[in-house]
């Protein structure tokens, strides 16, 4: 029953994530909570495909759209996943300084991203695309602000279980939380990844 | 870690604190009632209105803005609480488990509700309630003045989102937590049915979100989402609706088919027939649900190739409906059939939600339903299936399991005088509006003309709506001074699944060992097989259980402070409260719950007790 006390090397089983009941149901739970999302983010893509002509006179995604920039900001968050897997796999050879490392790497990659984000939108206001200027400019910002919401919560939540844990090395208790944290963060990455297709290939190009 | 059983608190302290899934289930039970009252009160007054021909009771105005929360209220407040309620109480027991998969998300989830429908409510003395029907169909909606709507909008935003957290508990709770031998096809049709219905939930309530998201940003932050000047496009709050919309009416009647498969087979005393085609076509139409949302629009012209498709697919879910009909059916048939006021209720369900299915498939004839679209016809319709189906079904599983719940009995010769009142009233209200509807009289008005052959009908149809009410009183003082019927709770139905083999009230570590479990219908099985008592799964062991925690009803706080900031776009407040929100979540990320043992010799005690 020594759930949350810190295991030794030994005994730490392969997948620390699974290992309690505890464990198994914050896993799958977590999982059904990305299911949800899914189609939270397919309801805001299916509006953003509706509207995306509807610029109402305003400037419209072939005119504001940089794709160098956007490219730049996959790269990143792409990078973020792959730090963020590195962090997995040090938590499986319970090398608890690695797994905390590379995830301080994904937090910065994240907080970078977010930087980028905020540029951008900058950028476009100044342009003429504020969030009232037409259909086409409530819908990109809200599917797009959306995903940079997820992205900062995943952050504070990276952020608040490195400053928790940063002591205690890996535990039973931990591990699941490690792991649920990095499969939000992938989530987020992959549903960029549809972004980055859907809004800005698909704007400058259609 | 502690081992200490938790200090004694005080009886208050100890409800706001919980994370005991039956007590949880008690709130909702309770809370559930409570806005059944206020809805059914609501419909009453709108009946009032429309007793006679051009009276004037409600204004125009009152009467949207009852309208708009008789529904609202109905579907958000009454029905899926209740049903929550249920499920949370039995649904652990039945597959045998000592707790839920996450005790604390769980009482969050129920927090969630109730401050949702409180913020809700508090419309009223604000300023008006919302007032563009419980659809919220823009530009009505996003253009209705005064603050009503942004009251919708966020109330159900915040119960949504416990909802939300209900499901996917309910969802891993079956999966990861069953008793040993309980495989998914020994599973009762109730825990079957929680398990559908939560799937339903897991993926029409996020589409809700985002439809209830845009409406918020197009009224409070100038959004153009569906504002035709600006580029914008109403049909998509109708889609975003009717895909949350559509399933939503089946995340209400699974749970209460569940309901009813164990109450006709328990009080036929046979075992339910075809139980793996109920599986099944649970399944099925858990499944077809999300294919038809568009029959709700077949009038806005969508093309006669799509409303086609979705005519046919809505038509589908006649054949999964009519195989469960007819199990039930044969489970009757030849069986010891007991009146009790449950089954009545079972029973009176079949007829009555047979012929609401058969409106349904009217209605799914698109080119008919340019007729019958937006008239008496459909509220009849729908009623006939909520009411005879899923209000039926609570009141059935309230007779049957409140030994369970609360540890007494409720009176069968109240009860039944309470259900032929109702079943009465029922009918007498929504049978004639079949013909009103059919009439041409249209839904959501507040007023009908002279000299139309409307006149008599819907006097007749108030009629019947008083005659439930005065059955709801009934109802509520049958619930009072049952109280003293104690004697024989533990099993009083010869029940045939699992919770009927705790003690009555359930221990909050609901199983003293756990059971294992050899066939469906376990306790049955050992009624027949073995010696009328569960076998142990584990030896004799202390228990350890989670704390209690007072963070749920904070962060349910905070987001509810967080509303009013944005209703009245008052910024300031609306950060206070998400930091409210974020920092009782930040609480409980950092500090672990340990929990507590319950130590063998009082689980001994507890035994000795029965
Ligand atoms: C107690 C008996 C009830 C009576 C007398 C009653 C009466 C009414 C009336 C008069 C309307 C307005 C129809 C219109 O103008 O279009 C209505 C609408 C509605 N009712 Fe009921 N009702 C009752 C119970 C319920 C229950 C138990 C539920 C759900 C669990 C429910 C759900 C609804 C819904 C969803 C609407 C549609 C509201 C809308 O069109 O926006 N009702 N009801
Ligand atoms: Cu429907």
């Known amino acids: ?206 | 870690m502690s081992n200490a059983k938790a200090q004694p608190k005080s009886v208050l302290w100890d409800w706001l604190t919980t994370v005991d899934h039956k007590k949880i289930g008690i709130m909702y039970m309770v809370a559930g009632l409570f806005f059944f009252a206020l809805g059914g009160l609501e419909a009453i007054l709108m009946r009032i209105q429309l007793m006679f021909p051009e009276f004037s009771f409600l204004g125009y105005q009152t009467y949207n803005e009852v309208l708009t929360m008789h529904g609202t209220t109905m579907i958000f407040l009454a029905a899926m609480p209740l049903l929550f309620g249920f499920m949370n109480f039995i649904v652990p027991l039945q597959i045998g488990a000592r707790d839920v998969a996450f005790p604390f998300l769980n009482s969050l989830g129920f927090w969630l509700f109730l401050f949702g429908g409180l913020l809700l409510n508090v419309s009223w003395f604000t300023g008006g309630a919302p007032d563009a029907a419980w659809t919220a169909y823009v530009p009505l909606s996003s253009d209705s003045p005064g603050h009503g709507v942004d009251y919708y909008v966020l109330g159900l935003q915040v119960s949504g989102a416990g909802t939300l957290i209900g499901g996917i508990n309910f969802l891993v709770t079956i999966i990861n937590m069953r008793a040993p031998g309980m495989s998914m096809m020994r599973m009762p049709l109730f825990t079957w049915s929680t398990f559908v219905t939560s799937m339903l939930i897991l993926f029409a309530f996020p589409a809700l979100t985002i439809g209830l998201l845009l409406l918020m940003l197009d009224r409070i932050f100038g959004g153009a989402f569906f504002d035709v000047a600006a580029g914008g496009n109403v049909v998509i709050w109708q889609h975003l609706f009717w895909i949350f919309g559509h399933p939503e009416v089946y995340i209400l009647i699974l749970p209460a088919f569940g309901m009813f498969s164990e109450i006709i087979a328990t009080f036929a005393k046979k075992r339910l027939f075809g139980y793996s085609a109920m599986v099944f076509a649970t399944l099925i139409i858990g499944f077809l649900g999300f294919m038809v949302w568009a029959h709700h629009m077949f009038t806005v012209g969508m093309g006669p190739v799509a409303n086609a498709i979705f005519a046919v697919a809505t038509m589908a879910i006649a054949v999964p409906t009519g195989i469960k009909i007819f199990n039930w059916l044969l489970t009757l048939w030849g069986g010891r059939i007991k009146f009790t006021v449950a089954n009545l209720f079972a029973l009176a369900f079949i007829p009555s939600f047979t012929m609401g299915g058969v409106t349904g498939v009217m209605l799914a004839t698109s080119a008919a339903n340019y007729q019958f679209h937006d008239t008496y016809f459909v509220v009849a319709h729908f009623h006939y299936v909520i009411i005879g189906g899923v209000v039926f079904g609570i009141f059935a599983g309230m007779f049957y399991w409140w030994p369970k719940m609360f540890g007494y009995r409720l009176d069968e010769t109240l009860g039944k005088i309470f259900f032929w009142l109702f079943l009465i009233g029922f009918h007498l209200t929504f049978f004639v509006q079949h013909f009103l509807g059919l009439m041409g009289m249209p839904r959501r008005v507040a007023s009908f003309l002279d000299g139309q052959g409307l006149n008599e009908m819907n006097l007749i149809s108030t009629i019947g709506a008083f005659m439930m009410g005065v059955a709801f009183i009934i109802l509520v003082i049958t619930l009072i001074v049952s109280r003293k019927n104690t004697d024989n709770v533990d099993d009083p139905w010869d029940g045939r699944t699992l919770e009927w083999a705790t003690p009555s009230p359930v221990p909050e570590y609901n199983f003293a060992q756990t059971p294992l479990v050899r066939e469906l219908d376990a306790l049955w099985h050992e009624k027949y097989e073995g010696d009328g008592k569960m076998k142990a799964a584990e030896p004799l062991d202390d228990i350890h259980m989670p704390n209690g925690s007072i963070l749920p009803i904070f962060i349910s706080l905070g987001l509810t402070v967080a509303s009013f900031g944005l209703i009245y776009s008052t910024h300031v407040i609306t950060v206070i409260g998400l930091l409210i929100t974020f920092g009782a979540m930040f609480v409980r990320s950092i500090k672990e719950d340990h929990g507590y043992h319950i130590p063998v010799s009082e689980i001994k005690r507890g035994k000795g007790e029965r």
Do not use: C
Not at chain 1, 30 to 58: D, I, K, M
Not at chain 1, 123 to 146: D, I, N, W
Not at chain 1, 178 to 188: D, P
């Open chain 1, 1 to 206: 029953m020594a759930t949350n006390e810190a295991v030794d090397q030994h005994t730490l089983p392969p997948n620390p994530e699974k290992a309690t009941l505890e464990g198994r149901n914050k896993y799958l739970g977590f999982w059904f909570f990305l299911g949800g999302e899914t189609v939270l983010f397919a309801s805001l893509f299916g509006t953003y495909l509706g509207l995306r002509n509807s610029t109402a006179g305003g400037p419209g995604g072939a005119d504001l759209f940089h794709l160098d920039l956007v490219f730049i900001m996959t790269m990143i968050l792409l990078t973020s996943s792959l730090t963020s897997v590195f962090a997995i796999i040090n938590m499986r050879r319970n090398n608890y300084k690695g797994l905390l490392m590379w995830m301080w790497a994904t937090v910065l990659l994240g907080l970078t991203f977010l930087g980028f984000e905020v540029y951008e939108f900058y950028e476009y206001y100044h342009q003429g695309l504020g969030f009232t200027t037409s259909a086409f400019a409530s819908s990109f910002y809200t599917l797009v602000g959306t995903h940079g919401a997820h992205v900062t919560f995943g952050v504070l939540w990276i952020i608040t279980l490195l400053v928790r844990y940063r002591k205690t090395g890996l535990t039973l208790t931990n591990a699941p939380k490690f792991y649920t944290a990095v499969l939000y963060w992938h989530f987020i990455d992959v549903v960029w990844v549809f972004i980055f297709t859907v809004v800005y290939l698909l704007g400058i190009g259609g």
